[in-house]
């Protein structure tokens, strides 16, 4: 797939300070700088981010996490309860910066006057961007908060895992990278408004609001009847089949989301019987005998091969899909057609570049993750010079 010249990218020109650690914050800061803006990443003197220390596989002595939520940045290594390096930060946002993401706790952004209404005070068409934990309002607002605690808070947890087992967390970080998506949505909403406004705005994301907008379909199920849900293991509460089946060499994902699909993949397994027995003729029927349904689903595809059935149901135009690996996914075809898997140079790793094409070109694979302050050197010349000479 061809890709977009930088300059051409849609936020090319754009400055944003990234004060943020582990995941949301940065993630979403990766994603400005995929999108063309020039990304300020402040860390702690010493460690620097946190994900730098995540395990187990590393790149380059840092964390291999690091390196996926960090591209395409600027680091500049700042303690911010020194008041001479405070007030360096805040001359790159009062003089530089379109946006300001940060991560920080509540109490702590006021303590350091860092908070969107002592900023937008000075500068009241900066866009500060604060993700947040449970939330900027309510009694919890101020507590830390993590993925796995806020897939447990939100119900997530709860739809998850086998049947009569214990609740499982997703096994990625849904809420972590969907906040700082939210994020994103919510600066670029801000800075659109701000062309016909000629002012900022203070945009709030939480990990808990995103957990709940994951939960949007559980929640009106309650709403709708008192139905709290369930874990399904592969499956989900609302349709069957919608699930994994084990073929005779893996597991093979099958989904029939009405009852005409349902008839469809009755047909390719060579049963078109079942489509019309009537405990299984309709959706609602299936979801009262789903261990049959299933059993027998289940039985017919072991004894033919992930491929086999793929090949076979695709044909019907049933939706399936195998469980993947991610060995198998790092060398499938279909990714590399995409071509969402880059790097800037060679003798580095390929990582996930932006899930997005404009015009059909792809933004470029975002140069190496810095290493720690390695452009403290690059500040101290900006700082010298007037504020319009840095774009």
């Not at 700082?180 to 000629?198: D, E, N, P, S, Y």
């Not at 027995?277 to 595809?301: H, K, P, V, Y």
């Not at 570049?353 to 302050?373: H, K």
Request: proline share 5%.
């Amino acid at each position: 797939m061809a890709e977009i010249a930088s300059n051409d990218l849609p936020l090319a020109g754009v400055t944003v300070v990234e004060l943020g650690d582990s995941a949301s914050a940065p993630f979403a800061g990766q994603v400005f700088a995929a999108l063309g803006a020039q990304v300020w990443k402040v860390e702690r003197p010493g460690t620097g981010d946190s994900s730098r220390g995540w395990g187990p596989s590393q790149w380059k002595g840092s964390g291999a996490a690091y390196h996926a939520l960090n591209r395409g940045k600027k680091s500049i290594c700042l303690d911010i309860k020194e008041p001479a390096q405070l007030a360096d930060l805040k001359r790159l946002i009062f003089e530089h910066a379109d946006v300001f993401l940060h991560n920080l706790r509540p109490g702590s952004v006021g303590q350091y006057g860092l908070d969107a209404e002592s900023l937008r005070a000075r500068k009241p068409e900066l866009v500060c961007c604060e993700v947040g934990a449970f939330g900027h309002v309510g009694p919890m607002n101020s507590l830390p908060g993590y993925d796995p605690l806020m897939q447990a808070f939100s119900g997530i947890m709860s739809l998850t895992g086998e049947e009569e087992q214990a609740p499982v967390r997703a096994g990625v970080s849904i809420v972590d990278f969907g906040t700082g998506m939210w994020a994103v949505i919510g600066t670029l909403a801000a800075l659109f408004r701000r062309q016909a406004k000629h002012q900022g705005a203070t945009v709030n994301s939480s990990l808990l609001e995103t957990a709940f907008a994951w939960m949007t379909v559980g929640i009106a199920n309650y709403a709708a009847d008192g139905h709290k849900g369930g874990r399904h293991g592969s499956g989900i509460g609302f349709i069957v089949p919608h699930r994994a089946y084990t073929a005779s060499d893996g597991y093979l994902v099958v989904s029939c989301a009405n009852d005409r699909l349902f008839a469809t993949l009755c047909e390719a397994m060579g049963q078109p019987a079942l489509a019309k027995d009537a405990r299984f003729a309709t959706n609602a029927a299936r979801l009262e005998n789903r261990a049959e349904i299933d059993r027998i689903i289940g039985e017919c595809l072991s004894r033919q091969t992930r491929a086999f059935w793929q090949e076979r149901l695709q044909a019907h135009g049933v939706a399936c899909a195998p469980i993947q690996d991610v060995s198998e996914l790092y060398a499938h075809e279909q990714t590399r057609a995409l071509g969402i898997l880059g790097k800037p140079a060679e003798g580095e790793i390929a990582l996930v570049g932006l899930p997005l094409s404009f015009d059909g070109q792809r933004p470029p694979p975002l140069s190496s993750a810095p290493e720690i302050g390695q452009d403290n050197g690059r500040l101290a010349e900006l700082l010298r010079r007037p504020a319009a000479n840095d774009r």
